[in-house]
């Protein structure tokens, strides 16, 4: 039961709070390779990076539905304290470590805790009305958006004065989201006082019913598929930058805000007009080679100069998962669409569990002769797609 709140600093409260929490995920890409370097004295951090990835992602993939049942019984600003407070401490277990071990179990706390942004859409679910939901929701991914842009180009600046200070910086942002919503963040929920359903806190659950809905598994492949290939730029491309052109921590970080700038615009100006005009079908399929077209370049790219260039083509490649979001809304009957977004919640878990393992054990084997093939590896799992976009069904929503 949601209680009434009719003013907007809720809503403004919880909108900082995601801005500051996208700056503090931002700040530690163009620096994390640096740091895990200095801490085991070797230039082969790409399968570390990728473990951390992994674990992150593994204890995600496993305490989410806790901390969202959670919430729903004790209520939503319990649950966003302490995953805030989770957060704050990995960044101080990352800017204080001395052993490889305290970057894991930091890792490890994050992983565990990261309920805040699904806690913080369940806010916004439970003080919007339902006409204004959409457009609140629309807002709360463009204030990810803007925190993201401006973390990884905070984060280069700090980290070329002192290794340890986007980490730093990072713990004080979550400090500060805290205390926000500590003390000016209201309940929105009256707690419950049902039991929480232990069975439905399996994580594995909701992929059973994908394996035996007829016509559902080429979907949630692809959703697997395409967070695949997301997971490897956030995997791979600050040892990329570092390897193929050199890059310090400030042009890192800028290269990761121009493809946030970029794909900021591309998804929120271009998918609609695509599906109008090409149908959800080879609006997916444009995307793919817009994808592919970018990461080509960049695999064979000799200067810096070449990715900012090819940025407006590369990131065609997110006018495709809207149109694959709309399309999936339609393979299953209305009664069933919160099982469905469980089962592509979890699909792209796992992708975000096994990915980066693959990926960054890829990286390791070919950086010392060629650091961009790491791109080619992406284009083929991009391929391995076009024949399931191609078998897609493309008719009336099914019926329950």
């Not at 801490?39 to 992602?57: D, E, F, K, N, W």
């Not at 593994?58 to 049942?69: D, R, S, T, Y």
């Not at 979890?346 to 393992?357: E, G, K, N, R, Y």
């Amino acid at each position: 039961m949601t209680t009434p709140l009719t003013t907007k600093k809720p809503l403004i409260v919880i909108f900082a709070a995601i801005i500051l929490d996208a700056v503090g995920i931002g700040l530690i890409f163009p620096i994390l390779p640096s740091l895990l370097k200095e801490l085991t004295q070797t230039g082969g951090v790409a399968p570390l990076i990728g473990t951390m990835t992994a674990l992150y992602a593994v204890m995600q993939f496993v305490f989410a539905p806790v901390l969202g049942a959670l919430s729903d019984r004790i209520g939503r600003r319990p649950v966003l304290l302490l995953s805030l407070a989770g957060a704050a401490i990995n960044y101080l277990f990352l800017a204080f470590a001395s052993n490889l071990w305290m970057l894991f179990a930091g890792r490890a706390i994050a992983g565990l805790t990261s309920a805040n942004l699904a806690v913080a859409t369940a806010y916004i679910t439970d003080i919007s009305p339902e006409e204004k939901r959409a457009r609140r929701f629309g807002l709360f991914n463009a204030m990810f958006g803007i925190g993201f842009i401006v973390g990884p180009v905070l984060g280069g600046i700090l980290g070329d004065h002192g290794l340890r200070l986007p980490f730093i910086a990072a713990a004080v942002l979550n400090a500060c989201n805290l205390l926000l919503a500590l003390f000016v963040l209201p309940e929105s929920r009256i707690p419950g006082r049902q039991k929480i359903d232990l069975a439905a806190l399996n994580p594995i659950r909701p992929l059973r019913w994908a394996f035996s809905a007829k016509g559902l598994m080429p979907i949630v492949v692809l959703f697997i598929t395409f967070s695949a290939t997301g997971e490897a730029y956030s995997t791979c491309w600050a040892l990329w930058g570092s390897d193929a052109f050199h890059w310090n921590g400030l042009w890192i970080g800028l290269s990761l805000g121009a493809f946030g700038v970029c794909q900021a615009l591309a998804q929120a100006f271009l998918p609609g007009p695509a599906v109008r005009r090409l149908g959800e079908r080879a609006t997916i399929l444009t995307g793919v080679a817009g994808a592919c077209v970018g990461l080509v370049v960049m695999a064979f790219a000799t200067e810096g100069w070449m990715i900012f260039a090819i940025m407006p083509v590369f990131v065609l490649g997110g006018i495709g998962a809207p149109a694959l979001q709309s399309l999936a809304t339609r393979q299953v009957a209305e009664t069933q669409q919160g099982q469905f977004q469980g089962v592509l919640a979890s699909a792209v878990s796992l992708a975000s569990i096994v990915s980066p393992l693959a990926f960054s054990s890829f990286y390791f084997v070919f950086r010392q002769e060629w650091p961009g093939a790491i791109w080619l590896s992406v284009v083929a799992v991009y391929l391995v797609a076009v024949p399931l976009v191609l078998s897609l069904r493309f008719g009336r929503r099914a019926e329950g």
